[in-house]
């Protein structure tokens, strides 16, 4: 296991709702990178976290958006949910300040909008 | 832009063959190149990351990878599957210069047969 730890696992949302995941970054990483997994697709980037501040964004609209905590941990927020919207959102932490560094995953949040 | 491809949807082999799977990438520059593993209903997982150096790359659970420059592949490999190694795989790609715009193929399903 990485370390890394999301909540909740699973989670059942309506068109036009708003959700808050959370991510807890590995012991001694200080960046937190979110993506969309669709099913039957790979990761896609949605934005990345260090220092409390976006550092870097996707092709995703304003809706989504995110938080870093002081102690590393990040949320990530979608209003006004679609449907297209359902997907496994994965973070991942990371060091930054180190080029070559690795990203880890957490196991992910299994989001479905009815 | 950058990209990735793994033009296999699906690799099946036989316990004790060999395996292969396959990525190609278009990214400017010399990126770094990543492969992740992910289990059913779990987030990915790091098997190995080539950077600088020698061409093949050794990773987690007996899998290695071959960098081929001239022909921007990636391809990952293991002398001996297990039916265990049965996931989905992902091959990603990330700037030198860029930390924040890792990008990931579409996956390729690799079932090995008892």
């Known amino acids: 296991e990485t370390g890394v730890t999301q909540s909740p696992t699973h989670l059942i949302k309506t068109r036009g709702q708003q959700v808050t995941l959370r991510c807890s970054s590995q012991?001694?990483?200080?960046?937190v990178s979110w993506y969309q997994q669709a099913l039957g697709q790979g990761p896609q980037f949605i934005f990345q976290y260090y220092r409390e501040e976006e550092n870097g964004r996707g092709n995703f609209p304003p809706r989504f958006s995110g938080l870093q905590f002081p102690n590393y941990s990040s949320e990530l927020n979608v209003n006004a949910l679609e449907l297209d919207d359902s997907a496994l959102y994965l973070c991942?932490?990371?060091?930054?300040?180190?080029?070559?560094?690795?990203?880890?995953f957490g196991p992910g949040t299994r989001l479905t909008v009815l | 832009a950058q990209s990735v491809a793994q033009p296999e949807d699906q690799v099946k082999v036989a316990e004790g063959n060999p395996l292969t799977v396959k990525c190609t990438y278009s990214?400017?520059?010399?990126?770094?190149l990543f492969w992740y593993v992910q289990y059913p209903n779990r987030g990915l997982q790091f098997l190995l990351k080539y950077i600088t150096g020698d061409n093949l790359v050794k990773g987690s659970y007996g899998f290695e990878a071959e960098f081929n420059k001239s022909q921007t592949s990636f391809h990952l490999k293991k002398p001996s599957a297990l039916v265990s190694d049965s996931a989905l795989y992902f091959c990603?790609?990330?700037?030198?210069?860029?930390?924040?715009?890792?990008?990931f193929g579409a996956g390729t399903r690799l079932t090995v047969k008892p």
């Open positions: 990214v400017s520059g010399n990126p770094y």
């Open positions: 990603a790609v990330r700037p030198r210069n860029n930390n924040n715009d890792m990008r």
């Open positions: 012991s001694g990483h200080n960046t």
């Open positions: 991942a932490s990371s060091l930054a300040g180190v080029l070559t560094d690795t990203q880890y």
